[in-house]
């Protein structure tokens, strides 16, 4: 993928932490600077940005990330090129396991917990050369779109620190939008990569159910309703996130078989014959602040500038259904995942309410009901496939509203509309969530108040590619990371 730029004559700590990671990398590649310059500019820009931001924790310590960074120098001139990560710094989000770092999960419960070993996706990253700095703050469990927990605190949002960052990757989102990462994972169950990009003016990329194998997991059979992606401030660095983090594994055994490779070739493409379905609000049946619809149905202008006919869709199913198939979902994962945790008294006292919630309503469930959760939700994902013989992609927005105040942990009702649970506010996510297929949030805008919205473009299944390549034009017709910078960055 040649997305390099010709660099200027002496690179300066700004540039390194401003450029693309595909610049970044060709720079270290062709040893125009050292990774030991890159560690530095970005350590010295993490130390002005992240205190009020509070998206990297369990930052490593300054002398062994540089030693670390060395070491990279030397491979280089020894011959020695790892791959495009090469020296690139990078933090984790606190779901995923990485070596030597703390693995809090956003939890006391695990605020000691320092696993040996590299999670899959983190060990593909740290073979293709990334060293690892820290990690990116996440909510308890990854429960709620809402980046707070009791052990580091809340994250804030990029465009607005009195608002919420999104979640449950509202670390990375707001890393990568203040420039202290190139590119950055997160994890999407119910719109974690999708919520945080759009509140954040990135981008955020669920992947087709299986692209990305999760590794170690006690169960490798039901729980796809959650899964690692990447996250970027482009769709070409996105794409070659991906070409990382994918590729069949044996120990995922629904993982996908087909090369990752394919997301490092070129993503131009003409879309004069691509025909988008509009999904907005499903008719009104999701409640919307003020404005939100407004500002996404501007930006489908944007992909009519590209060649596309846009028209309003709508699935033939009832969408009530689903949200009730959401929850015994949910409910079912949950209980599964903290069961254990549960049941011990003093453990469930340190566990968040959501968490008890949604342990409590899972140990509720009878086999039945999951049962006709999972027949729902093939029906729901027929429904899609008889969209998509007459659509190529369904759009929606990212969210139901604006980011909210940080000091609210969940937003209780919307437009007039009483929000029933912690997460019914994110009820516009859960169809790709439920359908398996490949979702990236784009940048929508910015409404009068300057903060900022996502749309969400849903493929076909594992048209991942497509996806992105359509990601990539609309990216290129209205530039909204380039045009719209946080003021932090221009302080």
């Not at 990560?85 to 006391?108: C, R």
């Not at 700095?133 to 779109?145: A, D, H, R, V, Y």
Request: charged share 20%; aromatic share 8%; proline share 6%.
């Amino acid at each position: 993928m040649n997305q390099a730029q010709t660099s200027p004559a002496k690179l300066t700590p700004n540039d390194l932490v401003a450029a693309d990671a595909l610049q970044l990398s060709e720079w270290i590649r062709l040893r125009k600077v050292s990774c030991r310059e890159v560690m530095t500019a970005f350590l010295d820009h993490i130390e002005r940005v992240n205190t009020p931001a509070n998206a990297i924790v369990s930052l490593r310590e300054r002398t062994t990330l540089l030693a670390e960074a060395g070491e990279r120098d030397a491979q280089l001139a020894r011959g020695e090129y790892l791959g495009w990560m090469h020296g690139m710094p990078q933090a984790p989000k606190d779901l995923t396991a990485t070596a030597g770092i703390p693995y809090t999960q956003g939890s006391p419960l695990f605020r000691n917990e320092v696993p040996a070993a590299d999670s899959l996706m983190v060990a593909r990253m740290r073979a293709q050369g990334a060293i690892f700095i820290g990690k990116t703050n996440t909510p308890e469990f990854g429960l709620g779109s809402n980046t707070y927990n009791t052990v580091f605190g809340a994250t804030l949002n990029a465009y607005d620190p009195t608002r919420s960052a999104g979640g449950s990757s509202g670390g990375t989102a707001v890393a990568l939008a203040l420039r202290m990462l190139p590119v950055a994972d997160g994890s999407d169950m119910m719109g974690s990569l999708r919520n945080p990009a759009g509140w954040n003016n990135v981008f955020g990329l669920r992947p087709s159910q299986g692209r990305v194998p999760s590794v170690p997991a006690h169960e490798l059979f039901y729980h796809q309703l959650g899964y690692a992606g990447p996250m970027a401030r482009n769709v070409p660095d996105l794409a070659m996130l991906l070409s990382t983090q994918a590729g069949y594994d044996a120990r995922a055994p629904l993982s996908i078989s087909e090369d990752p490779a394919q997301f490092t070739g070129p993503l131009e493409r003409d879309f004069g014959c691509a025909r988008i379905g509009w999904l907005g609000d499903y008719d009104g049946y999701l409640a919307m602040e003020d404005g939100v619809l407004a500002l996404c149905e501007a930006a489908l202008k944007d992909f009519e500038s590209i060649g596309c006919k846009v028209e309003a869709a709508r699935p033939d199913f009832a969408m009530e259904r689903l949200w009730q198939t959401w929850l015994t979902l949910r409910h079912f994962s949950c209980a599964g995942t903290l069961g254990a945790l549960y049941r011990d008294p003093e453990k469930r006292a340190l566990l968040k309410p959501e968490a008890q919630w949604e342990v409590e309503g899972g140990l509720k469930l009878s086999g039945e009901d999951v049962w006709n959760a999972t027949v729902t939700r093939s029906q729901w994902y027929n429904a899609l496939l008889a969209l998509f013989e007459r659509y190529d992609y369904l759009v929606l927005p990212s969210a139901q509203i604006f980011p909210f105040d940080a000091s609210e942990h969940w937003p209780k009702s919307i437009a007039g509309r009483t929000m029933d649970t912690y997460h019914r506010w994110m009820e516009v996510v859960i169809g790709g969530s439920l359908a398996g297929l490949p979702v990236i949030s784009v940048p929508a805008g910015f409404n009068a108040q300057g903060l900022p919205m996502g749309l969400q473009v849903i493929g076909k299944p594992q048209a991942d590619l497509s996806v992105l390549q359509l990601a990539h034009a609309y990216d290129r017709a209205t530039q909204w990371v380039k045009r719209r910078v946080p003021a932090l960055l221009q302080a």
